[in-house]
């Protein structure tokens, strides 16, 4: 039994591992031997040319590069032992620029690159050889990089002869060049912003997966088990194997999605109607059951098997049980929480799920790793009362009004129009400010009895609640609600808006989401080409937070108008719709992902990207990042 469970936890860690999980990253390089001669001598140097074509943005980094500079840089060696490297390696001019990624002056390709590599074949070698050449290169764009990358170039030749004067390193039993590059694979992919903000939402979310009322109970059985084992010397191993376990378990549903779901599984995930909709009954089922309405749990036979088995077992299998038992007892409340980070990874990014998942349950872990550790810390652990309760039922209301964004996403992907802004508005006015009534006393759920004084921390949590529903009351009108417009659906003309009529009267008129934008990209880019002006190419979705945060706080600002004033607008839904996967094609080859929100400017004679940007970001960088399209287009 114990080496069957070896076995399983080595399964599970190799299905983890980097390299399998890397495997479907995109690839936006393709070399091309070009010039090759035929018929070659055996100890003589000759030239062969590749030429390398680049997709998008990304730059391939120049073979001058220090390695110790940051990327690696791109590099030749012979993979097979029948010929050798002879000197280095020319490559067309590169350019210098600052790279933001290492904040080093870096030499780097984009769009195209040539090289020429010069190799001599082994003097013992005759006839027919084939030279199999290894490129070792790695791309960036200015916010990521993809891991370092392997490629073998293939060569056929004739070898009719041997030099009179041959190479000394390609005489009879010299090694092939090979490239040290060193064991560890490097990228900076995971420092750009975007990740961060996302492992910081998957790590709230598990902490607040704590708060739940089945969560809670977990603690006691966790040192219950524990405290059996205090004499071992090895109880820290253990809790350490014990909260890798509850890890592996949220993460291999992680691992499972993106497996299915290839390299968009997040971002198809989350606009996908069945799932937003699955989602959303999920969410108001729980939220139902946290309010009292009725109890969700899963069959006693299962739990109790589980910690049967958990308490009959010892070392690595108990533990395992034991691990697997806390996943399945707290799903019926985590399971929100795991929802919402999934819906999180519309950053297009096809192992978000598993990192969302490992920052989850890494947070959701942590206290039953400390009590495992430390069993006597439960005496001081907050004792079950009516404030886990009360967490309980708020816990419900904020289910439910998250419910509404994901029927939100099922009615923007589908068309209906059945869930307007306002409407969604108005439905998270009625929840928070109910929420707050309950927490003033003014009404109980069943089972319950009135209070009968309201304590200062209930009038605290309370006033949150209520505030916050003042303050949605002029987005019903109209108006603005900042970040939080990024969780509802886009304004439309057709929304009754007391603002956008004010302000129709005052003559300063009211843009929507969509006004002014075409949705045909060949069509703009003709219009554009005929004007004289570059394209600006918004690639969005129904379903992304940071596209409507963008489109409702960004692009109304006058100094932002001002240059898309300048420029032929176009926006791409990749998420949704008829074209989503055209769009979401046009998007990769321009850019090299299909992450949301990416924002293009093209000069539409040649459609080359004279600028690119992804992600949220401020008003001031958003702007600058439009003047420098407009300046590269101004001045070519």
Known sequence: MKKNSTRLMGIII??????????????????????????????????????????????LYSVLNDPDAGPYPTAF??????????????????????????????????????????????????????????????VCDDRVCLPPKRKSIIVTVDV???????????????????????SAVKSSGLGDDGIFSFIWIAILAGFAALLTPCVFPMIPLTVSYFSKQSDDSKGVGKALLFGFAIIITF??????LAAIFGASAAQNFASDPFINTFIAIV???????????????????????????????????????????????????????????????????????????????????TPFVLFAMFPQWLESLPKSGSWMNIVKVLLGFIELAAAIKFFSNVDLVLGWGLISRPFAIALWIAIFFIAGLYLLGVFVLKHEKKPEYISTGRLLLAMPFLLFSFYLIPGLMGASLGIWDSWLPPKMQTDVSV?????????????????????????????????????????????????????????????????????????LYTDGGADAQKNQQIQFQLTGNVALPTYVILDPSNKQVMAQELGYMASEKFVSFLDKGLNSFNSK
């Open 499 to 571: 603002v956008g009529t004010i302000a129709a009267m005052g003559g300063t008129g009211s843009v929507s989401a969509d006004d002014g934008w075409e949705s045909d990209y060949e069509a703009a880019i003709e219009e554009a080409r005929s004007e004289g002006v570059p394209v600006f190419i918004d690639f969005t979705g129904y379903t992304c937070t940071n596209c409507r945060a963008m489109e409702s706080n960004v692009f109304p600002l006058a100094e932002v108008r001002e240059r898309f004033n300048q420029m032929k607008l176009v926006k």
């Open 160 to 182: 009719i002869g041997v030099s009179e004067t041959p190479l000394e390193a390609a005489i009879g039993g010299a090694t092939s060049s090979t490239i040290d590059s060193g």
């Open 77 to 138: 060696s012979a993979k097979s032992n029948n010929f050798i490297i002879a000197d280095e390696v020319n490559e067309s001019k590169a350019d210098i620029e600052f790279d933001p990624n290492f904040e080093a002056d870096l030499g780097w390709h984009t769009t195209f690159a040539n090289f020429e590599v010069p190799v001599a074949v082994k003097t013992e070698m005759t006839g027919t050889q084939t030279l199999d050449i290894e490129v070792f290169y790695q």
């Open 283 to 365: 969410l108001v089922a729980f939220g139902l059951s946290l309010l009292g309405m009725y109890e969700l749990q899963l069959p006693h036979q299962f739990t109790n098997f589980l910690n049967r088995k958990s308490n009959e077992s010892s070392g690595v299998l108990g533990i395992l049980f034991m691990a697997f038992t806390i996943a399945a007892v707290s799903f019926s409340c985590t399971a929100p929480f795991v929802g919402a980070v999934f819906a999180a990874t519309a950053g297009g990014e096809w192992f978000y799920p598993i990192i969302g998942m490992i920052g989850f349950s890494a947070a959701f872990s």
């Open 14 to 59: 190799l299905m983890l591992s980097p390299f399998f999980l890397f495997a479907q990253i995109p690839d936006p390089v393709k070399f091309e031997v070009v010039e090759a001669p035929e018929e070659v001598l055996a100890g003589e140097s000759f030239s062969i040319k590749i030429d390398a074509s680049i997709e998008g943005e990304w730059h």
């Open 251 to 256: 993460t291999l549903i992680g691992f499972v």
